[in-house]
C-alpha cells in the first residue's frame, strides 16, 4: 500500500428516514439496511437496489416514489433489521446470552433451525410476523444442512 489503510464503521441502525434525501435514494450500506448481528449487507443492498429502481419505474413526483420505496423496504426488511437489533441488545447481556444458549441448545431442532436462522434461510423475524408463516417453513433443509 502506499498509504495508510482506512476503514469506517458499517451503518446498523436501520431508520427508515436514510433510506433518501431529497430525490435521491439510497441503497445497502447508504440506507443502513446491513445486518446488526452479522454485518452482512450484500442481500439488503441488492434487495434495497431493486426496491429503489421499481420505486423510480413506477413513476410519480419525487414524494410519491419516495414514499413508496420506504414503505417497500419497511415492508421487506425492516421487521428483520429491527428484530436483529433488539436481539444484539439482549445477546450483549451475559443473562441475555445465556438464556440463548440454552434455548438453542434444547434439542436438535433447535440447532438446526438456529443455524438456518444465522444463514437466512428465512427472515429473521419470522417467528413474530405470522403473516410470513407458511407450512413446512422450519422443515426444509435450506442453505445448511447436517452432513
Known amino acids: 500500500p502506499e498509504g495508510p489503510m482506512r476503514a469506517?464503521?458499517?451503518p446498523t441502525d436501520f431508520t427508515p428516514a436514510a433510506l433518501h434525501h431529497g430525490r435521491v435514494l439510497f441503497a445497502g450500506?447508504?440506507?443502513r439496511v446491513v445486518d446488526p448481528m452479522t454485518g452482512e449487507g450484500i442481500a439488503q443492498a441488492l434487495e434495497t437496489g431493486?426496491?429503489?429502481?421499481?420505486a423510480v419505474a413506477g413513476g410519480g413526483n419525487a414524494a410519491t416514489v419516495t414514499a413508496g420505496y420506504e414503505h417497500s423496504v419497511r415492508a421487506a426488511i425492516g421487521r428483520d433489521l429491527r428484530f436483529a437489533a433488539l436481539l444484539q441488545r439482549v445477546l450483549a447481556s451475559p443473562r441475555g446470552a445465556q438464556f440463548a444458549l440454552r434455548a438453542v441448545d434444547?434439542?436438535?431442532w433447535t440447532?438446526?433451525?438456529f443455524a438456518r436462522w444465522m444463514f437466512e434461510d428465512y427472515p429473521r423475524a419470522t417467528v413474530f410476523t405470522p403473516d410470513r408463516w407458511r407450512r413446512g417453513r422450519f422443515h426444509a433443509d435450506g442453505a445448511y444442512r447436517a452432513m
Open 8 to 10: 469506517w464503521p458499517i
Open 29 to 31: 450500506d447508504a440506507a
Open 50 to 54: 431493486m426496491l429503489a429502481a421499481t
Open 106 to 108: 434444547a434439542n436438535a
Open 111 to 113: 440447532r438446526r433451525n
